[in-house]
């Protein structure tokens, strides 16, 4: 198949389901370590390079990014690659289980005291026999470990009926060697004893190879005939793995991977998929993907008659359908909701979540709020949105790497300048790691004037109805953080005057005020009201005047987004 998964990902809108909301240079990252030895030793820069779609001649989007079930060049990675990461190759069994079938090599101890005396350890011969001093061989060859202590002791009791008592142990089994071919990493003959479990095996030989092998056609030969056939995805799915004992000799068999499909989506299994017959049902893909429950429906694109083929289905109606090699399945959350959630903080009384109709407003929703007058402020309610912090995350993740991108790629002309750009890289690194933790609120601003915008919900909203207060913060880079009682006719000065002044690291010309319902302000010119908050933003510390500019709008973007006053 030449089209992938990633293709199919770029040519389908996903519906989302419901959401709830309840230093110096050697300090540098690696990245920016060599840049600076750039920096020291060259008088220029080369360009970075463009990024490259892991597929050309795709549409999708640009691939930043592997999936943990990805492989190097883009496709998913079968079911069951996983397997031989487990540590088969480092656990070999010791055969003393009851269920372990005797065979020529192994170490049986024998001791029968009373009418007769008799301590040995006694192997068990190439004919399969354990032969007793005094009374002859037993035939013990296939005999479990649980058996041999009876059929000892009745072949004893036949020459001695009275007065004789019998013990008996394995000692130590027989090692074996196993051959390991087929479609694996690393063909060979490996050691083993009888009881391990072909997984030794496969593990020792690298497992599967994961490009070419079949994980449901591996064979158990013994003297060019099948003693068994193994099923990996039994394992995987129920733990079932039967086969027979090993022996010296026996070969290990992978065959070429069959038929495959591919699954992606809303699943809990993303992977590539055997066959082990030409077709396979929906039902059996939806029991080897475990799908989520916000599931809905299945987009299948293959080819039939060699015609390119799509459908769309139903649960319902993929489960009926026949799959064929090269199929890529497509699970998706399409279901069309009628209501949403939303969720009430604040002051107000009543429960938190509501049901609604996706049609509903805020003002239909808040004229059914019961809150205390006088103690909720109802002028000054605002929304924290999912999509709204998404948006405000992603502008600055933006911000940061347009930073990272102009001043990390300036060329240098002399040694002294590229010194001052080691050191403008250790202060845009630092900034960086530090404002990419930062998590946006998505406040939606909606009460303006003493006024509420009637907007429409979403599903997720959380509206906050805040507490009326007598109170003002005062936050940032002063030298005492506090909430001071609210003075009618008290500038911003000398609010912060109280609060001990500025630190030198504060920013005297970017002072904002953050009313209760979001809004923020810059502190000119503006009347002060109880409930708010002054924040103090830091100075950006370069003689870089473009770098320091720079950094302070996206210390001003962070103050909007998540009403932090980041510390550089």
Known sequence: ?????????????????????????????????????????????????????????????????????????????????????????????????????????????????????????????AQGNLFIPSIGPVQVSGVSQAQLDNLVRAKVREFYPDNVFVYTNLQGVQPVSVFVTGFVKRPGQFAGIPADSVLHFLDQA????????????????????????????????????????????????VDRRGPVIFVDGDVGR????????????????????????????????????????????????????????GDEILFMADKKY??????????????????????ITLLELLDNIPVRPGIADIESVSIRRISVA??????????????????????????????IRVREAELISQFVAKASQVEPNGRLV????????????????????????????????????????FQPGMSVDEYIRAAGGFTQHADKSRILIVRQNGEVRDSKNIRLRPGDEIMVLPKADTKNLQLATTISQILYQIAIAAKVALDL
């Open 1 to 125: 198949m030449k089209t992938r998964l990633s293709a199919l990902l770029a040519s389908c809108l996903l519906l989302p389901s419901l959401l709830f909301a309840n230093t110096t240079a050697g300090n540098l990252p690696s990245h920016l370590q060599a840049q600076a030895l750039q920096l020291q030793q060259q008088n220029f820069q080369e360009p970075a390079q463009r990024t490259q779609r892991t597929q050309p001649g795709t549409l999708g989007p640009l691939q930043q990014a592997q999936n943990e079930n990805m492989t190097e060049e883009g496709a998913r990675t079968p079911f069951g690659a996983e397997l031989f990461n487990g540590g088969f190759r480092g656990v070999r069994g010791d055969g003393m289980n009851p269920e372990y079938r005797m065979q020529p090599g192994d170490q049986v101890t024998l001791r029968i005291w009373g009418a007769v005396q008799i301590d040995r350890v006694i192997p068990v011969d």
């Open 446 to 485: 909606v009460s303006h004037n003493d006024s509420i915008r009637n907007i429409r919900l979403q599903d997720g909203d959380i509206i906050t109805i805040p507490e009326i207060t007598d109170a003002i913060l005062i936050s940032g880079e002063v030298f005492l953080s506090q909430s001071m009682v």
């Open 206 to 253: 690298g497992g599967v190879d994961e490009q070419l092998g079949s994980y449901r056609r591996i064979s158990i030969k013994r003297n060019d005939t099948i003693v068994a056939s193994i099923d990996l995805y039994q394992f995987l799915l129920s733990g079932k793995l039967d086969h027979p004992q090993f022996q010296s000799g026996d070969t290990i068999v």
């Open 338 to 359: 009628e209501t949403i959630v939303v969720q009430l903080e604040g002051s107000y009384r009543g429960r938190s979540h509501f049901v609604l109709p996706k049609e």
């Open 390 to 419: 998404e948006k405000q995350k992603q502008s600055l993740q933006d911000s940061l790497r347009r930073l990272e991108t102009t001043f990390l790629s300036a060329p240098s002309s002399t040694v002294e300048e590229s010194a």
């Open 270 to 325: 993303a992977h590539q998929f055997e066959l082990n017959y030409q077709s396979l049902s929906g039902n059996d893909v939806m029991l080897l993907a475990q799908l989520n429950p916000t599931a809905s429906h299945a987009l299948v694109r293959g080819v039939r008659q060699q015609q390119p083929f799509a459908n769309y289905h139903t649960l319902t109606e993929f489960g009926r359908q026949e799959l064929y090699d």
